[in-house]
Structure formats: structure tokens, C-alpha cells
């Protein structure tokens, strides 16, 4: 076994007696996923109430993202989810400095994240029927949290949630350091045509095929809830249908799994919330110029020396496919369903 | 004059490489996936090569002729990169020309030849 993970596992073993109530042995611990700014191990273990799969998600050093929440929030949020109802992770404490680092441990789940494994596997295909109306249901059940049980939640006490979006996307831009026309384009339109839907509320911030657990028969988990924030319910519905998100699968809106008509009636049926075809075209575009920006911010991670990886290299090039995706959504005409689009797109026309 | 196999060649080479030898090979799917995008960025090196001699230029030109700009005799990426700030600055302003949305696709589109050929042939 490496040092590294000698050094933790002794770590482990010191800390864990304490959060699971007993002597506790280590029977496994390898690394899943490791990046500059954070890692997961597999933690296989004997507590005294039984085996246990866990994941331990950990810091690893590096520079953070700038609106990711700490580790220490993030534990609390997925224990408030948890204990809500939502099917995310049981988590099991937060170990703070764990041998030089803040961590959390979490129930493993087991199915699939891998977007263009679960857009394709044969064996998905009763998962990605499910798929539409548990994310729904999952999507509520998130936007029901209380927020004044979360206060250290980014956005807390915004006047409007769609201008903090919009102003927010400008200082990520701003900061890059670029000249991009096309996602300036995306942000003049949405001044003009993003608006607040509703009351603001506990939104996950990266509700997506990618970052969904996905057992054969659906959804088994919601991870990554590092950009959770306070905002409008549309962000989180509309992000799981930006183009990036369909895996290739481009014609079906929904993730590459389906189109969204199921997800967005049994949302409304649930919260009584009707959504506008205009606003989930504006939150749409909002999610592309959000992945266009966050994908110029990741290349900048790697040109930076933040976090060299080739990964994050490439995005910086494949930026201007979100950027062809706002300018297509652009010229799309507004929905004739909506008078919403249409007095907001009069309104447009006047001003210019 | 370089020898051959010329910058081009080289990084043909090393995409093949990638692809059939280490990402073929690969049995951690980690890896398997990073080798091909590796691979990817190769090969946009490879068309930027190819499109270097022309995308600045004709992106100038494009920005230049929105703009209403005479040309500013500085080489064509730094001509192109200043006239894209002014036009972003521009827009933000509000006072941008109402041809910018076909002119911004065009370039979009040029950006797209080296970045992702394969994109813009796919269809809706």
C-alpha cells in the first residue's frame, strides 16, 4: 500500500472509534477518483454495528473552486437532504484535518454515474424510463428543504436570484480574462429576458445525468452538492437539459435520455409550480452560459497551474460549442405558448 | 525547413499512439478515457496547424468589417483579439451593430473548424 494511504488509514483509525460509536476496523481503502483540489476513497470497514461501504470524500490541497462550498458545509447540507427525505449519500461525519485535510464520510452507493455509459448501456433502459419522473420527484423534494436550516448557503437573502445568476456569470467571465462575444450575447439577452419565477429556494446547483447515481431500475442517489446555492426552482430544472449534458444523444432533451415533457409535468403536478415554456427556454439559456463560462473557468485551472490536466485543458477549446448552442438558442423563436415571451419580446423590440 | 516527420506528422504520430496503443490497451477506463481525450486535443493542435495560415485573418476581417474598422496593420490574431474586445464592450454597452449576431456565428463557426469539425456536421 502506498504512504499516503498507510498515513491515512492510521488517521482513520485513530478518528473513526469516535463517529461510529465503537473499535473500528479497516478492511480497504483505495483511491476512486483523485484531483488537485479533491479526492474520494473507497472505505470498506467493521464498525460495531456491522460492515460498512463507505466513500470518504476528502481535500486534497489544492486551490478550490471559487464558489464550491466547504467540505464542512457540504456534510451538513447532505445530512439536512438525507434527513429530509432526499435520496442523497447517508453521511457518516465530518472529520475535520484529517492528516492535513477536512473530510467527509458517506454510504457508498452503487450503480452508475458515467453520462455516455448511462445514455447507452442496454441494461439502463428501464432506468432511463424511470428516470424522468424520479428526478422530478427528487427535484422537489430538494427545492422543499427548509433554508433557514442551510444559512451558509450562497445566495442567502438575494433580492432577485436570476440577477445574482446573471452578475455572478459576468465576474466568472470577467475574471478569464477572454473576449468571448457570443457568451456576451447570451448575457445581454438573458438582462433582458431572465426573471424571477417564484420565491427563491434550495437549489443543488449540478442536478444532472453525470452527477445522479443510476441503478437499473433508476435513480439511486444525488451526489455532488459542492454548488448548492439559494435560487429560482428553473435553475435546477432546466440545467439536467443543456446540450452538454445529453452525452451525444442530442435529440432527447432530457440528459440524452428522454424529452423533458414527464419531468416537467409530474415537477409541476408535485409543487403545483407551472412552468412557462419561455422561462425554461431563458433558464436553459442561463445553464449554456453558465457551462460555457464554467468550462473557460476549468481550462483556466489548468493554464493557471491550478490543477494541470488535460481534461481541463481541452475544455477551454470546446467552449465554443456552448457558444454555438447560445447562438442557436438565441435565434430560436420565443414559445407562441407563452404570452410571457411574447410581451417580453415586444418589450425587447421597443427598447432597441 | 525542419526535417520530416514535420510538427504536423509528429503529432499525427503521437495521436495514433494514443489511440490505439495506450487507450486500447487501457484496462483502467480512467485512463482509457483521458488517452482519448488526449488524443482529441492532438488532433485539434493538428487542424490549427492546417487553419493557422487563414482563421486569424478572416476573423479580423469579419470583426473589421462589423465594426466599421480600416485595418490596423498589427498581425492578424492581435488585430482580431483587440477588435473582439471592442466588440464585447459593445455589447455590454448596448451599442452593438445589428449584423453582430451573424457576424459572432461565422466566427463561432471558424473557432469550430479547428475545435470540433464534427459539431457543426451533426445535425439538430
Known sequence: ???????????????????????????????????????????????????????????????????????????ALVAEAHRSGVKAPRPYGFLPDLSGHDAFLMDRLHGETVGRRIVRLPELAKARAALPVQMAEELARIHALDPARLPFLPGTGAASPARRAIDGLVAQLDSVGEPHPAIELGIAWLRENLRDTGPAVVVHGDFRIGNLMVAPDGLAGVLDWEFARIGDVLEDVAWPLVKAWRFGVDHLRLGGISDERAMIARYAEITGRKIEPADLHAYELLGNVRWAVGSLQQAQRHLRGDEKSVELAILGRLACEVEHEILHMLEEPASPASPVAERRSAQHRETR | MPDRPDALELLEAVRGFLETEVAKGATDPRLRFRALVAANALSIAGRELVLDETSPSAEARILRELLREAPSGAP?????????????????????????AGAVRRIVEGKLAAASPRYLQKKR
Open chain 2, 76 to 100: 492578424p490574431a492581435e488585430e482580431a483579439l483587440a477588435l473582439s474586445w471592442e466588440l464585447c464592450r459593445r455589447i455590454r454597452a448596448g451599442t452593438s451593430p445589428s449584423e453582430t
Open chain 1, 1 to 75: 500500500m502506498a504512504p499516503v494511504s498507510e498515513e491515512l488509514r492510521k488517521s482513520l483509525e485513530a478518528r473513526l472509534p469516535a463517529l461510529l460509536g465503537g473499535p473500528v476496523q479497516i478492511a480497504k481503502l483505495s483511491l476512486l477518483a483523485g484531483g488537485a483540489s479533491m479526492e474520494a476513497w473507497a472505505v470498506e470497514l467493521r464498525a460495531p454495528s456491522g460492515p460498512l461501504s463507505l466513500v470518504l470524500r476528502r481535500a486534497a490541497g489544492g486551490r478550490i473552486y471559487q464558489d464550491a462550498l466547504s467540505l464542512e458545509h457540504e456534510h
